[in-house]
Nanobody, 130 residues
Framework: QVQLVESGGGLVQAGGSLRLSCAAS????????MGWFRQAVGKEREFVAA????????SYADSVKGRFTICRDNAKNTVYLQLNSLKPEDTAVYYC???????????????????????WGQGTQVTVSS
């Protein structure tokens, strides 16, 4: 069982930045693929970014590539999402999710598929004003 707690959301002007954090419980954090998803009002939840257990491989949605960066600190059981050059269309509740535990190559590509993720945080609101 993994428990995830997100933090770092807030209100920011377009062009601004935020850093989201997701703290995970448990002693095998490095065996979990970690992902970030988001859901805007009236829309389905969508993939944002993911990182494999070793932190070597990452994956991004096209809409955030070059603006958002995912990273993890396995010693702190935490995954981060740096949001730069924010746009009003980035406004959403951002969810952290965990897929695993998984044993595999440190080069495995992390999944972008929502139903692969077994554990979810409660979400943190990001609002970008124009």
């Amino acid at each position: 069982q993994v428990q995830l707690v997100e933090s770092g959301g807030g209100l920011v002007q377009a062009g601004g930045s935020l850093r989201l954090s997701c703290a995970a419980s448990g002693r095998t954090f490095s065996s979990y693929v970690m992902g970030w998803f988001r859901q805007a009002v009236g829309k389905e939840r969508e993939f944002v970014a993911a990182i494999n257990g070793s932190g070597i491989r990452t994956s991004y949605a096209d809409s955030v590539k070059g603006r958002f960066t995912i990273c993890r600190d396995n010693a702190k059981n935490t995954v981060y999402l740096q949001l730069n050059s924010l746009k009003p269309e980035d406004t959403a509740v951002y969810y952290c999710a965990a897929d695993g535990p998984r044993s595999g190559s440190i080069y495995d590509i992390p999944s972008r598929t929502e139903n692969r993720y077994d554990y979810w945080g409660q979400g943190t609101q990001v609002t970008v004003s124009s």
